[in-house]
């Protein structure tokens, strides 16, 4: 069965973004304990997540939700406060939720959680500040005006069962506005365009009045007021009417306003008004894709682009006119739907960065610290599989970040420094990469101390020349760990080499800076996609290879007598700058004299640059990546192979890897001389 069709997995799907909207509440709670707002979203998530979940059969997960319900329910009413004690309680109940969910929570662990959750709610009852007795009594009872969104009777809202709930509050005067009502030949029958106004003469606190409203109450225009604060002059004067026992849902009595005379807008501009309303809502719509789906479609697109490679190259050699326009116009739509499905992948980082928030408080409760995070550049867009695949190595990241980087508090102040340590996650587009850094403003990484470690591990062999950057590089070392212990979060070496391997395993690269005393700066570069690139095609011997084009900056001729006078020591000046080069030729050992006019491509990663030399310059290239095989993956230069239009399969270069290949001959060259 497609799990898309399956009722049990769609309420999942949807009980999970509940959770993650509640945890995003529950946090932004600890930096605003007294918003309104945020307790009432928070509030409605476990509301409706307790409601699902006792409709689909979740009958545990509703049980253990009513409780923690139950406990916003007082905060919503002000009778408890939102403690800081209080909100980690109800995010550790999150995670049970969510293994209720996902079955995999243990019961006993719930019983003790409710048990502290109830401690801790009697605790703070206690701090709870006194709320304004208008507001809890609503003694002279309330005036509620409402106007449901367009579409709520599409979405199944009943105004009447609304009014029915109103009326088990107490007695009710009822008027209705039809102000808003188009022309009829622009009524759109399943729109609503009424306004109420309900007068609520008894009293009932103002919470019991909103939840009413509890699943519409943010798409819709609500005001409610004291009944008392109504001017005489504006009172309904529709006599009330009691809700009589045992027929709530009989609708009550209704006054209809209607407005004032003005002059009616023409039908067809009313009716284009309508249609213009209709389709700004439906371009809001979405649709929930399996990922699984998107990920099939991507392959397909990819077997695509190389069957329109196939197309272009035997058209080219066709003299038949028609089948080249055939071919061109199957290149465009073919390009024009592979960027439609790249865009299609492509998901906001910060989807990312919004998990670390729950990670920094959790961690700063069980260090002690006082930690800051702050998050820049969520709006850039990756792959959804670089997402996916980056979330364990950027906690590894950022919990060492925590446990190394920042100092207690009484140490940062002793330093000069703030008390709460700042953690800082940025992302930013670069060509066609990603560079997400991770940076904090701790006491930073000492060079010495890690070369010390590094020795004392046997990772290097003492007395060993190492650049700054390269000793650096040794904290990704499997088995390496500067900790004096063995904590929860670190100590046994165990993570930062899964870090590089899982970037390097993306086609990324890792660079690392530090200020002693100030911080570090770590900083992932990733391709945008795993999938379809831009490529350059390029031929070295006998053998093509394709560049990813994001990283090309030029291209130069190099002519012999320039290729003579570089033997030796590999430099070409570009622009009064020094630029080593790599002879691809030799690289590969293809055994082949370069042509007479070879060529070099310029490329960089970062600040990094260095020239390729190649025999030919084919073209550009769209590249469907294919991954290497298992006996080949652990091949340097190489990310990855591609099929090209006549069947022949072209090896995509590894440009980090090169560029490192061609700064390790530079130093090289420079310490000889």
């Known amino acids: 069965m497609n799990p898309s069709g399956d009722p049990i997995q769609v309420f999942r799907a949807e009980a999970r973004d509940l959770l993650e909207r509640a945890e995003a509440g529950l946090l932004d709670l600890l930096q605003r304990p007294a918003e309104r707002p945020i307790i009432d979203d928070v509030f409605r998530s476990l509301h409706t997540l307790k409601g699902s979940g006792a409709m689909f059969g ?110 088990e509050l107490g007695p009710c005067r009822v008027a209705v506005s039809t102000a808003e009502v188009p022309v009829l030949d622009a009524l759109a029958p399943q729109e609503c365009h009424l306004t109420w106004t309900v007068e609520i003469d008894a009293e009932c606190p103002r919470s019991a009045v909103e939840d009413v409203f509890v699943f519409i109450i943010d798409d819709m225009t609500l005001d409610i007021a004291p009944l008392g604060d109504v001017p005489a002059s504006e009172a309904l ?70 069957a329109q490679s196939r197309l272009s190259q035997i058209a080219a050699a066709s003299p038949n006119l ?23 992948r492509m998901v906001p980082v910060g989807a990312l960065f919004s998990r670390f928030r729950r990670l920094v408080h959790d961690l700063s409760r069980e260090t002690g610290k006082s930690i800051e995070l702050i998050t820049d550049g969520e709006s850039t867009e990756v792959d959804k599989t670089v997402v996916e695949r980056l979330a364990d190595p950027l906690v590894h990241l950022v919990r060492n970040a925590v446990d190394h980087g920042l100092e207690t508090p009484d140490q940062r102040l002793a330093a000069g420094k703030t008390e709460a340590g700042r953690v800082c996650l940025s992302a930013r587009q670069a060509g066609g990469e990603v560079v997400i850094s991770i940076s904090d403003d701790g006491r930073g990484i000492d060079h010495k101390r ?68 100030s911080g570090s700066d770590i900083s992932l570069r990733i391709p945008l996609t795993l999938a379809i690139i831009d490529g350059l095609l390029v ?66 990663t970062g600040a990094e640059r260095v020239g390729l030399v190649v025999d030919q310059i084919i073209g550009d290239h769209q590249t469907v990546i294919k991954s290497m095989s298992k006996l080949h993956e652990d091949i340097a230069m190489f990310s990855g192979a591609t099929i090209l239009g006549d069947g022949a399969v072209a090896l995509i270069l590894d440009v980090p890897q090169l560029v490192a290949a061609g700064q390790e001959q530079e130093a090289q060259l420079r310490a000889a001389g």
């Open 237 to 306: 004067e529709v006599a009330p009417v009691d809700a009589a026992p045992g027929t709530p849902a009989s609708p009550p009595p209704v006054a209809t306003t209607q407005p004032a005379a003005e002059p009616v807008a023409p039908a067809t501009v009313v009716a284009a008004a309508q249609t213009s309303e209709k389709r700004n809502t439906k371009s809001d719509e979405s649709v929930r894709v399996p990922a699984e789906r998107l990920d099939e479609l991507m392959d397909r697109v990819g077997e695509l682009v190389i």
């Open 450 to 517: 890690v070369r010390e470690k590094a020795e004392a591990q046997g990772l290097v062999v003492p007395g060993a020349a190492l650049s700054e950057a390269d000793t650096l590089q040794l904290i990704f070392q499997p088995g390496f760990s500067t900790a004096a212990t063995v904590t929860s979060l670190s100590g046994r070496g165990v993570g930062m080499d899964v870090v590089k391997r899982t970037v390097e395993a993306l086609r990324g690269s890792i660079d690392v800076q530090t200020r002693v005393g």
């Open 539 to 604: 031929r070295v011997g006998t053998g093509r290879y394709v560049i990813p084009l994001s990283a090309v900056e030029e291209c130069l001729e190099l002519s012999p007598e320039e290729d003579l006078r570089a033997r030796g020591r590999s430099f070409l000046s570009v622009r009064d700058a020094l630029v080593p080069f790599l002879r691809l030729r030799d690289v590969f050992g293809t055994g082949t004299q370069p042509e007479r006019f070879q060529k070099v491509v310029i490329v960089s």
């Open 58 to 167: 979740f009958d545990a997960l509703a049980a253990f939700t009513h409780h923690c319900e139950t406990a916003f329910d007082r905060v919503r009413k002000g009778e408890v406060a939102a403690t800081g004690d209080l909100v980690s309680v109800v995010l550790e109940a999150k995670d049970h939720m969510r293994g209720l969910i996902e079955g995999g929570a243990d019961e006993a662990h719930g019983k003790a959680l409710i048990a502290r959750l109830e401690r801790e709610v009697e605790k703070a009852a206690g701090t709870s500040p006194a709320q304004p007795a208008q507001a809890e009594s609503g003694t002279h009872g309330w005036r509620v005006s409402f106007k449901l969104p367009h579409d709520a009777l599409l979405n199944g809202c009943n105004p009447l069962a609304l009014l029915a709930e109103m009326r």
């Open 322 to 344: 028609d089948l080249r326009a055939v071919s061109e116009d199957i290149e465009r739509l073919s390009n024009e739907l592979r960027n439609t499905m790249m865009v299609l």
